[in-house]
């Protein structure tokens, strides 16, 4: 990744595929489908270039639909999605996944992750031979997971080696995206060591802490060294640890804050005041499922 001086709303991260995915995501979770296609479109208009919509969050239609309709050309915008995080195994997630390529209008998907680890080796493993396929027909460029648990990135990379020796290296895919709760409460140093191991580029969705955390005294003198706010203390420290942070907002002035992150720089020290060492999940865990 380019020096964090140089990094901008334009940069690219490389994916163990031939594609790139924008260093700065836009996240769409819990934003109604009637008003999705409008934060969408303004999302766009501030400058993001990539768009996080999933299943369980029921705005993939709009999703596509402002992309469509945005003017921009299609392989300028980054668009993921992700499979029912209930259903798993092969034909499930087949099934998925055409209702998701289908919803969002577009002709290919950038990226598509299993939401969740659920559903036990057979799930996961029948899961990821589906977006295999959808990879292998062109109708998604990249795959990945979400929420996985080292145990369950390990055994997917295992049945993927075996699967390489066995029939042809690559046919066993690679894992180009990995997409986690990361914040400093949450910093999961065994899920991005593993990812950084095996060239898994890691999403840190809920970068904000969905904004629980914006009192905290530990960002507050941050956001006064730096002149700025404590969101963008939070996003800083996301894009430096190496990540592509996913934040979300139905607020323009918000949209435009959270991309304002390019011209200015955490020292070591700041870095070091952030780290907590908790383990603060706020929204849900499935990486410590044991199925
Ligand atoms: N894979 C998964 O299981 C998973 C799980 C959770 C999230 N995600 C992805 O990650 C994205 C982001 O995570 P998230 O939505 O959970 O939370 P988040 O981005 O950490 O926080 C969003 C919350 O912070 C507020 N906010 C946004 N910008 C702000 C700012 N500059 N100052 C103060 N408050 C601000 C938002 O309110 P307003 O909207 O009113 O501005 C909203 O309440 C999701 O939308 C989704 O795409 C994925």
């Given at each position: 990744m380019a020096a964090h001086h140089t990094l901008s709303m334009a940069t690219q991260v490389a994916l163990n595929t031939k594609y790139t995915l924008p260093i700065l995501g836009y996240g769409l979770l819990q934003v109604a489908p009637e008003k999705a296609a409008g934060f969408v479109a303004k999302a766009l208009e501030v400058g993001y270039r990539h768009i996080d919509s999933a299943t369980?969050?029921?705005?993939e239609a709009a999703s596509g639909e402002a992309i469509r309709n945005s003017?921009?050309?299609?392989?300028?915008v980054f668009y993921t999605s992700k499979s029912p995080p209930d259903q798993h195994g092969y034909d499930a997630t087949v099934k998925g996944f055409e209702e998701s390529l289908n919803k969002s209008g577009l002709e290919y998907i950038d990226l598509y992750l299993l939401?969740?680890?659920?559903?036990g080796k057979e799930g996961r493993i029948g899961g990821w031979k589906a977006l295999l396929e959808a990879q292998r027909a062109g109708k998604v460029r990249s795959i990945g997971v979400s929420n996985w648990g080292v145990h369950h990135l390990q055994e997917l990379q295992d049945w993927i080696d075996e699967t390489d020796t066995k029939e042809g290296e690559?046919?066993?895919?690679?894992?180009?995206v990995g997409q986690w709760e990361i914040h400093p409460w949450l910093a999961r140093k065994d899920i991005t060591d593993w990812a950084a191991k095996h060239g898994v580029v890691v999403e840190a969705y809920s970068p904000l802490v969905r904004g629980l955390k914006m009192d905290d005294p530990l960002l507050k003198p941050l956001a006064d060294k730096h002149g700025k706010s404590p969101a963008q203390i939070l996003l800083r420290w996301s894009l430096q640890k190496g990540f592509v942070p996913l934040p979300k907002s139905e607020k323009e002035d918000r949209m435009r804050e959270n991309a304002d992150i390019f011209n200015f720089e955490l020292s070591a020290e700041d870095m070091k005041s952030l780290e907590t060492g908790k383990y603060e999940s706020t929204i849900w865990d499935p990486t410590t499922d044991t199925t």
């Open positions: 369980m969050y029921q705005n003017g921009l050309p299609r392989d300028t939401h969740t680890p659920f559903g690559g046919r066993g895919g690679k894992i180009s």
